[in-house]
């Protein structure tokens, strides 16, 4: 099981950005509860991989309050043979959703997200060949 935990002060349509970069391939089902202080939504969605012969779910839970937005996902499953081996299928399904969040503005606030350090040595490598051509 994979899991990540993300905050933000904005409202995003959670279903049609999961719905993309779940390529909208996996089954879903979709719960919608009022609170005191906002809404919950619960999205679940599931496919089968003939690559690892296994189910792998993805559950998203979007809770909106009233000064901020806090999202966990969490990917299980996907698991095959004696040593539950998942071949990353769990990470895969975070990372693509996690990365368009954080392009969104929301902060990584518990999980791990091998993206960012990705996404970090990018912006330092355009930063420097930026620099080099000012300096021409």
Not at 63 to 77: A, H, V
Request: no cysteine; proline share 1%; aromatic share 8%.
């Amino acid at each position: 099981m994979k899991r990540v935990r993300l905050e933000g002060p904005q409202k995003v349509d959670i279903k049609a950005i999961a719905d993309v970069e779940l390529n909208g391939d996996f089954g879903t089902h979709e719960r919608l509860f009022k609170t005191p202080w906002g809404f919950v939504k619960i999205l679940l969605y599931e496919e089968y991989y003939f690559r690892i012969e296994s189910d792998l779910t993805v559950t998203v839970i979007y809770e909106e309050k009233q000064d901020k937005t806090e999202i966990e996902i969490i990917s299980s499953g996907g698991k095959v043979g004696i040593g539950a081996m998942s071949y990353g299928a769990e990470k895969a399904a975070l990372t693509g959703l996690t990365k368009t969040l954080i392009k969104e503005g929301f902060t990584l606030v518990e999980g791990e997200y091998t993206g960012i350090a990705k996404d970090e040595r990018k912006k330092a490598k355009e930063a420097k060949k930026e620099a080099k051509n000012e300096s021409k």
